[in-house]
């Protein structure tokens, strides 16, 4: 058995003197059969905490105490849990208990407005990923031995197939009814949000020194970023610079929000909508947005009807397709009118001439599939180009 000194220790050791005190330690507990792998002194509560009293930890140390946004939703988040496993011991909790959570979250709920309601799969999928990161993090602090989620390197829980690309997109006219119903300083913060697409949390932190008024840009401080870094956006619209003089948010707008059905976070969306609509590369919208993957970037291209339509009219070159009379008999008669460009030239054989001259079944046959090709697998109907 491999035993870390330092973790059998219970504290970090800082020299070489002290390795050799606690090896000494150690050896002599394995001389008197008191050894214990969980340590020299081992947690009195190992596998005896119930999932409430971890919970409870996990808030305060791990969610409070390193300051995570989880934290303004954690008391929601953890409720379906503790109700389900409250007063279970953590190290009784197994698979099969982890997918009965997972059937009662799928199932039908009555709602406050007495209709019933059915959790999407990023929502199971939310409270489900919760409880793991819970218990990997009892694995850590050696509350438990292992987690339930896991065999070796097998990944015993699978999370359900979800669509987690938002794909509400924000018109002009709601934009601009959106802005007329907003006061003076919630209209700003749309505007914020719409010509630069930060966080709603980046834009409450924002201060006025993070806005180079000389060179036109925001500094994002990586205090205040989802991903820890500072990154750096371009105040280019005029409207912008006119709005930045911001400093609050109040209650008005979400009334605003909800009769539209749009979330704050989808002011967002559209700013990167609109920058890659306007042929922006991917790989910039991802520095402005502040992404450490362009794949999460790829979330935010969602292209408008009418964008995907003019993308795909680009294909058309302004000839007709007509379909020629009647199928015709065994031999070929009709002739192949190409008035745009000549036939391609075969390998095999000089390509039939065209402009009324009439080619044979043999020749068109060796022409379109070789000299062994069979004319009646190769050409079924006749069309012109004209």
């Known amino acids: 058995m491999r035993v870390s000194l330092g973790r059998w220790a219970n504290k970090e050791i800082q020299s070489k003197e002290q390795a ?3 090896l000494e330690k150690l050896r002599t507990a394995i001389r008197d059969g008191g050894f214990d792998p969980r340590g020299l002194r081992p947690p009195a509560q190992t596998g005896g905490l119930t999932f409430s009293e971890l919970a409870d930890k996990y808030k305060t140390l791990h969610v409070i105490a390193k300051k995570l946004s989880l934290e303004e939703s954690i008391d929601y988040r953890l409720k379906p849990l503790i109700e389900t ?3 279970r011991k953590i190290s009784e909790i197994g698979r099969g208990d982890i ?3 997972i059937t009662a979250l799928k199932e039908p709920r009555p709602s406050a407005n007495g209709q019933t309601r059915t959790l999407s799969a990023a929502s ?3 409270t489900v990923q919760l409880l793991r990161h819970m218990l990997n993090w009892a694995v850590g602090r050696e509350y438990i031995d292992r987690s339930p989620f896991r065999r070796g390197n097998e990944n015993l829980i699978k999370l359900e197939l979800e669509d987690n690309v938002r794909r509400r997109r924000l018109s002009e006219v709601e934009e601009a009814k959106l802005l007329a119903v907003a006061p003076p300083l919630l209209r700003s913060m749309i505007v914020t949000a719409l010509d630069t697409g930060l966080r709603r949390g980046e834009m409450l932190d924002l201060r006025f020194g993070d806005v180079d008024w000389t060179r036109r840009r925001l500094v994002v401080r990586g205090a205040t970023t989802k991903s820890g870094r500072t990154r ?3 105040v280019e619209t005029e409207r912008l610079v006119a709005v930045l003089p911001w400093k609050e948010l109040t209650a008005d707008i979400q009334n605003a929000f909800r009769r539209i059905d749009l979330r704050w976070h989808d002011l967002r969306h559209e700013y990167a909508s609109r920058l890659v609509e306007k042929g ?4 910039q919208v991802r520095d402005l947005l502040g992404h450490a993957s ?3 970037t790829e979330r935010y291209d969602n292209q408008q009807p009418e964008a995907l339509q003019a993308a795909a009219r680009r294909l058309e070159r302004g000839l007709k397709f007509d379909p020629l009379a009647a199928a015709t008999p065994a031999k070929f008669q009709d002739s192949f009118q190409i008035d745009h460009e000549p036939l391609p030239h075969d390998l095999h054989s000089e390509a039939p001439r065209v402009g009324g001259t ?7 046959g060796v022409w379109l599939g070789g000299r062994d090709s069979n004319p009646d697998n190769v050409v079924q109907s006749h069309v012109s180009y004209r």
């Open 20 to 22: 050799k005190g606690v």
């Open 85 to 87: 496993f409250g007063n």
């Open 99 to 101: 997918e009965d959570l």
């Open 124 to 126: 199971v999928n939310r």
């Open 232 to 234: 750096v956006v371009p």
């Open 280 to 283: 922006v590369p991917l790989s």
């Open 294 to 296: 362009i794949t999460t």
């Open 358 to 364: 009439s080619c044979d079944e043999k020749d068109l």
